[in-house]
């Protein structure tokens, strides 16, 4: 090859005769010197030079060209990442003193952050991420929704928006869709099958994902379609896991589905489905454009088709087996069957139920639980959980404090042997009780440090208080001596004088306008004034009923009741509570 050779000559070559080789390869290729120079070093040409003595001076301190570099990182957008130019940047630090202007050039600074990996490139990278795998077929699913904008359905049928008419950026756009679709997909992570279909619906809700996830998981009619079963594990992303857990978390694990908690923005954990999305617009939906579907009908119709050809006959780059091929490896143990409809309704319906334990056992749909093994408190209400296929097995899940704990059925007896619990006792043959609980191993504890723990006393004597606990120690003696040198001087106080005249109650003038108003009576500023003209700031309470009575009958208003000065006097001045008492 030409370019090695060049790189040889001009690495053989003194450093005054390689202007001479690289100007015949000018003529000989027609490139410029410094192509040329630049295809010679891709090729093991090394141009020797002598280092600058004032290497590494140049640009700012670390310090500054960290903070240029943190407010181009700081402005970044989610979707087009860190953008502001290196030069706003500068601008900014200048403005706040954290550099001066002229002290580096725009170019200088760029140099700088490639250096230190922090140029708007290198911070728009991609973070190195970790490589997942899954275990077999059904490990683990992955679920995403999207909004199919290009096709909808109106009056005449499933139509094709032209793109001259329809721009998805602008929002009154969107009004044109009455009836949005949603593309639901479900991907096998381990051997790509995948599962699609459509549904009418303006965005994600638990009814579809209810119904896409039992169409999913189901037997199929089509015999070359096997795709089924439940999966150990979910993926999702954020609006889809809302919408499970909208469903109830206790449909999920009735069905001993893991779905694993994600990151926001982290989509690369998706990358499968999504693949799978781009996968179906370019192969199935490109289609509609020369076979329109008339209806919902017709259009899962024509994906389902699709997708049994699609899964049956193409390669997998990673498996180099199709898809239908890599799930046919599922072994029975990986295999766990859909359950019926009607019992995933029940289960969806009632995700999670209360019993209280009781001695400890709970009874949940005709059956008794033994939570001994839990030691979980008598009387304490817990959260039972219905799992659809170890109830088959006689075992529920229980929820107490944080933790699940899994409960067996109590068996019975056959009826001609009295259909008692088979975990009973015969009388007069064994005795045996039940395990202490915690509560009940702390109380004995308490009970040894109140009566002493070689006390032979029986529980009933110290409920009956035939022996105090805690013998011997002070509860009462000496509080007198806690008071110490405290002395209280007497107060001199007055005799409390009784008055026995009528006293009459004055009231605020407001509470005879509000009494007016509740009998419908419409309050003028002129019968304000007149009614604080005759009776002042104040008025006997016996007079507010009479007043009203009397405006509503169109009567003279009673005259104000004249107070003595005795009876003012204890109204306004309350009388001492006693004899001595501080005033």
């Not at 003193?97 to 911070?123: C, F, H, P, W, Y």
């Not at 999305?277 to 009908?297: C, Q, S, V, Y």
């Not at 040894?448 to 004597?461: C, N, R, V």
């Not at 009923?545 to 009673?558: F, H, K, N, W, Y």
Request: contains cysteine; glycine residues 8%.
């Amino acid at each position: 090859m030409w370019q090695r050779e060049l790189a040889w000559e001009l690495n053989e070559a003194p450093a005054r005769e390689r202007a001479g080789i690289i100007a015949r390869y000018q003529g000989l290729r027609g490139l410029s010197s410094s192509t040329l120079y630049r295809i010679a070093k891709d090729h093991g040409f090394a141009l020797e030079r002598k280092e600058r003595a004032d290497k590494g001076n140049g640009g700012l301190k670390l310090e500054t060209a960290e903070f240029i570099a943190s407010a181009i990182w700081a402005s970044r957008r989610e979707n087009k990442g860190a953008f502001m130019p290196v030069e706003n940047a500068m601008e900014f630090a200048i403005d706040n003193n954290i550099m001066l202007r002229g002290e580096a050039s725009v170019e200088t600074v760029q140099k700088q952050l490639r250096q230190l990996e922090m140029d708007s490139k290198r911070l728009n990278n991609p973070t190195p991420h970790v490589s997942l795998r899954s275990l077999h077929p059904n490990h683990c699913h992955l679920v995403d929704v999207s909004t199919c904008i290009q096709y909808y359905l109106n009056e005449g049928g499933m139509q094709i928006m032209r793109e001259d008419e329809f721009y998805k950026n602008k929002i009154e756009n969107f009004k044109k869709i009455k009836e949005p679709l949603q593309r639901y997909i479900m991907t096998d992570h381990f051997s790509g099958f995948f599962f699609v279909k459509y549904y009418l619906a303006a965005g994600e809700t638990a009814e579809n994902l209810f119904d896409f996830s039992c169409c999913a998981w189901e037997a199929k009619a089509e015999q070359n379609f096997p795709f089924q079963g439940v999966p150990k594990t979910m993926l999702m992303d954020g609006g889809s896991r809302a919408k499970a857990k909208a469903m109830g978390m206790g449909f999920w694990d009735g069905l001993e589905i893991n779905i694993l908690p994600g990151n926001p923005g982290n989509s690369r954990r998706q990358g499968s489905v999504e693949v799978t999305h781009n996968i179906w617009e370019k192969w199935f939906e490109t289609r509609l454009r020369f076979d329109p579907a008339t209806g919902m009908e017709d259009l899962n119709r024509k994906a389902r088709g699709f997708c049994i050809w699609f899964n049956a006959s193409r390669e997998h780059s990673r498996t180099k087996m199709t898809r239908l091929v890599c799930w046919l490896t599922i072994n029975k143990e990986q295999l766990r069957i859909l359950p019926d409809r009607a019992e995933l309704c029940d289960l969806l319906n009632r995700p999670e139920e209360e019993r209280t334990v009781n001695s400890h056992r709970i009874s949940f749909q005709g059956k008794e639980f033994n939570l001994a093994h839990a030691n979980i408190p008598h009387g304490t209400k817990v959260k039972v959980i219905k799992n659809l296929f170890k109830w088959k097995e006689g075992i529920v899940v229980v929820g107490y404090d944080n933790r699940l704990f899994e409960v067996k059925e109590i068996g019975k007896l056959a009826p001609e042997l009295g259909g008692f619990r088979a975990d009973s006792v015969v009388i007069g043959e064994a005795f045996k009780s039940h395990k202490d609980t915690t509560t009940q191993t702390a109380v004995k504890k308490l009970e040894d440090i109140a009566y002493g723990a070689s006390t032979t006393l029986s529980s009933k004597q110290q409920r009956t208080g035939k022996v105090a606990p805690f013998t011997g120690l002070n509860a009462f003696e000496g509080f007198e001596d806690k008071m110490g040198n405290v002395v209280a001087f007497p107060k001199v106080g007055t005799v409390a004088e009784i008055s026995r005249s009528v006293v009459t109650t004055e009231v605020p003038i407001v509470l005879l306008f509000k009494a007016l108003l509740a009998d419908g009576v419409t309050m003028t500023p002129a019968l304000n004034k007149d009614l604080r003209a005759k009776y002042g700031e104040t008025i006997d309470n016996r007079l507010v009923g009479e007043v009203v009575a009397a405006i509503a009958a169109g009567r003279a208003l009673p005259e104000p009741v004249t107070v003595g000065a005795d009876n003012v006097r204890a109204i306004r001045e309350p009388s001492l509570q006693a004899a001595g008492g501080m005033r």
